[in-house]
């Protein structure tokens, strides 16, 4: 066998034969690109990066006026592996010291590794790609002095778009360092109780303006805890730029500071990162609600609408240069461990940084943000306190009713795996079920549902493969409905209760999320919603916005057609169901409607509406004609938004100053764009309408809110005043959305009643 290269050991690679992409550049480059394998392209042609993904990199580089002749790039494993897999570990280790020497011989100051592979092979560790690329450059001791610049895939991005800004920030980082100029704050650490009194004193006569943090120590066994179990292990305070004051947990637990404290908490205006978590565990612990007026989570959240880039230690690093002060606690404790077991001084001096980071934050959004972008953010911090308090307060759990969903699960999993069991020992086990489907004939690189789906289409009716997946997809419905939703929310139930989260910063559309539990993926028909119930001598009111987002889409389409339908209450399904299929349409068929027609207004196509409905592709097509027109003013709306994403390239913004930008549009992910853009105005439109009149309800009127979830509220009352209730949320609803919406098109609002969320 002859090796490609003299470092490469081809001998021991299992990629050998296959077609090979060695690196290529000048002989000497100051920046150097190093990537995982050969794609399809680059193996065809022998040369890395000069498919898709190479195109897309030469753009960016250009952005910064970097030539590709300039830089020299490579793939860890020349060598291109069958079905564009990840190369095995052998095979790296295998073709590593071929790449390495070839790096070392340029020189280079900067190395830019693209990807997973190649940024755990070059940085020697096994973090993943989204928490290493984070902050400046990196070292590694295999390219001593030289700068690591971990960054995602040009491939990746192709497929999720939203990845794109983070690999043009990362390859700008090879030209323009981090503008902020770090330095380590002043930390003052007072855990005498006379000194912190005096210190309490002093920020009272001060600073109007503080950034506040706080840490708590929880049950380490549940994972989570409810403010009134937090017990208070230190409060930081910046109370300007570069100085912290942190008081420790023996003060903090002695009355008279706390009562101190109160006081001050109640005077000043606060600035955290996720204020909604601190003026909570400050309520639970002075028992003074704190004034949030400025939260740099959901400020860059308003910044940049994707989720998953708000957290405080990623923006630290990211914007401001800061070291990755985290390390140092994560030797004492893992995620699912209190940070009471941590040593003081290395809490208390996490803490500071904590609090001085949200104000060098804080710095940096203010010169950052616009009039508009203020005015949400200010929304979002509104919305904070009144969540906050349906947090705390949560909702009843009836016990009894989830120990008889515990015993109908377990009835229903209990025959499932005994079916199962022909093929797999454990179906929780995707090793056992891929090999199951190996012996079947499939090969297949996941399990998931899709893959599963596919197998079945693929299958004979009745025959191994088709009993398997289907008996594997209902398996895991059932086991995921009772694993989150009846044994997961039993080990988070506090007095009787659940408090789930609730996330404004968690979608892209700005309808809210939650979690822990998820409440808001519970299906509406499932039997375990009855496991949530009032008080006694309580009732639940529902009140749902009826058809919000068609509302909200014929008020911003301006549609003549859809506002008369509004105005004179008619149905718009039955008025659709009439055209479609005449007077005697049945339930099932107005059912169609109605996926149909939403379906439709957020750009679904007749094959696929044909597909999942089972008509021929040709009524669907015409079916979808008639609706459109019948609405003038929705095409208009539809093509508007169709020029905006594609043509002219601008963000989509909606009447409450919501973003929704498209970092990256190719040929490939052009049409699910503009299906995202379509559906993003009205959902963000109606989660924000919704929003304003839940903080109405919760903070104007004190009504006990439990769950706000896409288009309806929830609010627990007791039985004799649930129809002074039903009546005051229907007018403070629709009232809301004709302030914010006009009266050209009305927005009703259906009140339901019960004695279990179930139930309404």
């Known amino acids: 066998m002859e090796r490609h290269h003299p470092e490469a050991k081809c001998e021991e690679c299992t990629l050998y034969g296959s077609p090979y992409a060695p690196g290529y550049g000048p002989d000497s480059a100051s920046i150097v690109v190093i990537g995982e394998a050969p794609g399809y392209r680059e193996a065809k042609e022998g040369k890395p990066f000069v498919g898709p993904s190479g195109r897309l990199l030469d753009t960016v580089l250009v952005g910064y006026q970097i030539r590709r002749d300039e830089v020299y790039v490579d793939n860890v494993c020349a060598c291109r592996p ?59 001791p295999q390219f001593p002095g030289v700068r690591i610049i971990p960054t995602f895939h040009p491939a990746a991005c192709l497929y999720a778009a939203d990845t794109f800004p983070n690999l ?36 009272q006569e001060s600073h109007d303006e503080m950034t506040i943090d706080i840490e708590v120590g929880i049950d380490s066994e549940r994972h989570f805890g409810h403010p009134e179990q937090y017990k208070m292990l230190c409060i930081g305070i910046s109370y300007k730029p570069g100085f912290v004051v942190v008081f420790g947990e023996n003060v903090c637990a002695n009355r008279g500071f706390e009562w101190r404290f109160a006081n001050l908490l109640r005077d000043k205006k606060w600035i955290c990162h996720n204020g909604k978590f601190d003026i909570a565990g400050l309520l639970g612990y002075c028992k003074v609600l704190g004034h949030l007026h400025f939260d740099t989570m959901l400020a860059s959240y308003v910044l940049d609408e994707r989720p998953g880039t708000h957290g405080l230690k990623y923006l630290a690093q990211e914007l401001l240069g800061a070291p990755p002060y985290a390390d140092e ?314 020029n905006t994403i594609l043509n002219e390239g601008d963000d989509l913004v909606t009447r409450f100053g919501r973003h929704r930008r498209f970092w990256l549009i190719t040929n490939d992910n052009a049409k699910d764009v503009v299906k995202e853009g379509l559906a993003f105005v009205p959902q963000s439109t109606a989660a924000d309408i919704q929003q304003h009149a839940f903080n109405k309800l919760r903070m104007e009127h004190g009504l006990a809110t439990r769950v706000s979830v896409y288009d309806s509220i929830l609010v627990e009352c007791p039985s004799d005043d649930a129809p002074d209730v039903a009546d005051l949320m229907v007018r403070v609803m629709e009232e809301t959305a004709t302030e914010l919406m006009g009266d050209e098109v009305p927005f009703p609002v259906d009140i339901k009643y019960g004695r279990s969320w179930g139930d309404v």
Request: proline share 5%.
């Open 329 to 642: 606690i994560s030797k004492y404790v893992t995620a699912k461990e209190s940070y009471a077991i941590i040593p003081r001084p290395v809490l208390y001096e996490y803490n500071a940084y904590d609090a001085h980071c949200t104000m060098m934050l804080y710095e940096h959004y203010k010169k950052e943000m616009d009039e508009e972008q203020r005015k949400l953010h200010d929304f979002l911090v509104t919305s904070s306190l009144p969540l906050m308090l349906t947090e705390k307060e949560g909702i009843g759990i009836d016990l009894e009713y989830s120990d008889q969903l515990v015993d109908q699960y377990l009835g229903v999993l209990a025959p499932l795996e005994e079916e199962l069991s022909e093929w797999v020992v454990n179906p929780r086990s995707p090793k056992q079920v891929g090999e199951a489907l190996h012996e079947m004939g499939f090969r297949v690189s996941s399990t998931d549902e899709e893959h599963l789906k596919n197998i079945i289409a693929r299958s004979e009716p009745g025959g191994d493969a088709w009993r398997f997946c289907t008996l594997m997809l209902r398996h895991r419905r059932e086991q995921k409905l009772y694993g989150t939703y009846v044994k997961g929310i039993r080990k988070r139930i506090y007095r009787n209760r659940i408090h789930s989260t609730f996330l404004l910063h968690g979608t892209t559309t700005g309808r809210l999320a939650s979690r822990n539990p998820n409440l808001f993926n519970i299906p509406r028909e499932s039997a375990i919603r009855k496991q949530f119930v009032p008080d006694d001598g309580n009732t639940f009111v529902q009140a749902d916005y009826r058809t919000i987002e068609l509302r909200a889409m014929a008020v911003e389409g301006r549609d003549t057609f859809l506002a008369s339908i509004f105005k004179e209450g008619r149905d718009i399904h039955d008025e659709f169901s009439l055209l479609f299929y005449g007077p005697d349409f049945t339930k099932d068929q107005r059912v169609r409607t109605k996926a149909f027609v939403y379906g439709s207004a957020y750009g679904r196509e007749p094959f696929s509406i044909a597909q999942e409905y089972g008509i021929s592709t040709r009524e669907a097509e015409a079916n979808q004609q008639i609706m459109f027109d019948m609405m003038p003013g929705i095409v208009k709306w539809r093509e508007d938004i169709r």
């Open 168 to 203: 043009v920030t990362d390859i700008g980082k090879a030209v323009n360092p981090i503008h902020v100029s770090w330095e380590k704050p002043t930390i003052t650490i007072i855990e005498d109780v006379y000194k912190a009194n005096m210190a309490v004193k002093q920020l």
């Open 82 to 140: 069958a079905d564009n897999r990840t190369p095995t570990r052998p095979e790296m280790e295998a073709c590593w010291p071929r790449a390495r020497s070839e790096i070392e011989k340029r020189t280079p100051e900067t190395i830019i590794a693209l990807g997973n592979t190649a940024a755990q092979t070059v940085l020697s560790t096994r973090e993943g790609i989204t928490a290493t690329r984070v902050g400046p450059p990196k070292q590694s």
